[in-house]
Structures are given as structure tokens and as C-alpha cells.
């Protein structure tokens, strides 16, 4: 049974390579650690190829025969996407996290915090894809980050020629604070009554009360 299991998991074929290893694990106990093993190092192997829900279902196959292989996996993928992240190698990065944050959800604040951190120190371009990554494991910078993309797509909105830079912060804040908020802070359509409005405008800038 083990060593059909070995041949099905060779060719792809995982559900029937469960079924012999079950039969194996059932006539003799001993042979949970070994399955485990093929499917920890197949769980590997996806993550070196960037494939994260093959590798997170490879290493839940693995727990199933060995419970303590979570907290390796773990111990050994987290300051491996750490260390993604200083290098800015953040796609190789995030494959670690995932998985880790899949088997222990513990790890979601750390991860949040290293990309939030990151978010606060870029420019305001950069900082989009950092607060996003973020928003992949808490709330925490949403608010911030939301706010800081709102108040810069209203500055952009008294500028003439900068309707598409405009539109694309609007659309960041949009991203962390929700439609309802930012279409509120900023409307895309402004009605006013017949009346007399008073505003100031600096050199360049322009409004839209007319």
C-alpha cells in the first residue's frame, strides 16, 4: 500500500495515493511518519515553485499523519518570507506567508504589521501595493491608508490634467474605506442649487462649482 501510494503521488494522482496510505497507516501506525514525509517535502517543493494552495494542501496532507509537522513547517516558512521581505523579494514572500498563515492564523498580525510598516515608509505610489498586502491578514492600516489616498485624490481633483491620477487614488481609498465612504467624502457628481457659493482657489487649482 505505502509503496503504490509513493507511485500515485508521483503522478499526480493524490486522492488514490490517500486511499493506499490509509491502508498502510491501518495495518501498521509506523508508516504515518513516512507518508508525512513524502507530503511535507512535495509541500516544499510547491513553495519553491511560488504554487501556495498546492503547497498548503500538501502540508495538511502531512499533518493528517503527523501532527507536529505544523509547527515546523511553520517555524521553518516564516523567517524565510521575513527575510523575502527585507531582500524585496516580496512575491516569494508572500507564498511563505500564505501558507504559514494557513496553518497558524497567530501569524496573520506579524505579517500584517512587516507589510503596513512598509506602507507607511513608501511613497504614495509604492504604498498602495504594501497597505494591500497588509489588508490580506488584518484591518489595522486600512483606515490610514484609505484617509491618506482620500486626501491626496482631493488635492488632485483641484488640479487641472490630473483626472487620471486622481481616479487612481480615489480608487485606493475606495479599496480600504469602501465605496459608500469615499463616494460620500468626494462625489463623483456634485448638484447644486441656484444660489451664491463662496470658495478659494490657489494659482492652478480648479473646482467644481462650475
Known sequence: HFELGKCYVSQGQFSIADERFASAVRLDTDYGKKISGIYKTAGYNAVDRGEAN??????????????????????????????FVEKGSYGLADTRFAVVVNLDQSYKREACQLYGELGNKASDANSITFYGRASQYCSDYNEKAGNRYLAIAKELGKKPGKEAETVKYKNAATQFLGATSVENAMPSTVIYQPGTYNFKLKAGEQTDHW
Do not use: D, M, T
Open 54 to 83: 498546492n503547497a498548503i494542501g500538501f502540508f495538511n496532507k502531512a499533518i493528517q499523519f503527523e501532527q507536529n509537522i505544523r509547527g515546523e513547517v511553520v517555524s521553518n516558512l516564516f523567517p524565510k518570507a521575513k527575510a
